[in-house]
């Protein structure tokens, strides 16, 4: 996002993590499954795969442990993108 000329602010989620509050308000509507990082450690010791969490579980994990939120996750006005999808991410930068 940087190299397109766009101003960033960023938070470490291992210094300052989201709370279950302010995941909540992130995910707001959308599939809790797709803001879970499906390559953490934690995420494969829990076998989150073969039973996924309710979404109220999910967040109470991800409020836990930092690494089971996939990343980036980039906010603008109402849009989300979630991960490394650089066409997303480009029609993010470039949007009014």
Do not use: W
């Not at 101003?7 to 300052?16: F, P, V, W, Y």
């Not at 039973?51 to 999910?58: E, F, I």
């Not at 999808?85 to 009014?96: F, Q, V, W």
Request: charged share 25%; hydrophobic share 40%; proline share 4%.
């Amino acid at each position: 996002m940087r190299s397109l000329g766009v101003q960033l602010q960023e938070r470490d989620l291992e210094k300052e993590p989201l709370n279950e509050s302010e995941l909540q308000t992130l995910i707001g509507n959308a599939d809790v499954a797709e803001f879970l990082n499906t390559r953490s450690a934690r995420y494969r010791d829990q076998g989150l795969k073969t039973k996924p969490p309710t979404k109220a579980q999910a967040i109470t994990l991800m409020a836990q442990d930092a690494n089971l939120i996939k990343r980036p996750i980039i906010a603008k006005c109402h849009t989300i993108v979630i991960g490394f999808d650089e066409a997303k991410l480009r029609a993010l930068a470039t949007s009014g």
